[in-house]
């Protein structure tokens, strides 16, 4: 489960999905990112699209000029994302397959993963994503590929 949800987003992300899924709106997407996060959680939380989170002197995501390879994960329709209604435990679980970044350059060392929802992957505004959760990893990367592993009971759980 995610080490941080965003205030912004909290008991909107099962929505998001099944919106995503059924491509409606059309070219809506979650998308994965990579980032060197110093921000204290208590801040964070609070930031209410990626512009914002990006704007913060605290928060750096990866770029391809300083780590090789690196892009953003965009994850559609017919990318495996998942809502399961637990019943037994009255909540819901959103999982998606896990994210390899191929020959990842050396360069900026990561200690999160962040997940966004955009609602139009075309328009290509950080200030039109919305983020989800956020999750602690400490990789560096060195050339190699990398594989965000999501969790076996997914990345996001609402109850």
Known sequence: ??????????????????????????????????????????VQRDLDDIAAIEASGSNAELTSGTNANYVRKVLSDASGITRTVDDTNDWVDIDCPDQTWTALGAGTAINHALNA???????????????????????????????????????????
């Open 1 to 42: 489960m995610g080490d941080l949800a965003f205030n912004i987003t909290k008991g909107r992300v099962g929505e998001f999905v099944v919106r995503i899924n059924a491509n409606d709106p059309t070219n809506s997407v979650l998308v994965w990112s990579l980032w060197n996060i110093t921000q204290s959680d208590a």
């Open 117 to 159: 929802y955009d609602s139009d992957s075309t328009g290509g505004a950080d200030s039109a994503q919305l983020p989800v959760s956020q999750h602690a990893v400490a990789i560096t990367p060195d050339g190699s590929d990398v594989t965000l592993v999501i969790a076996t009971g997914g990345f996001y759980r609402s109850s």
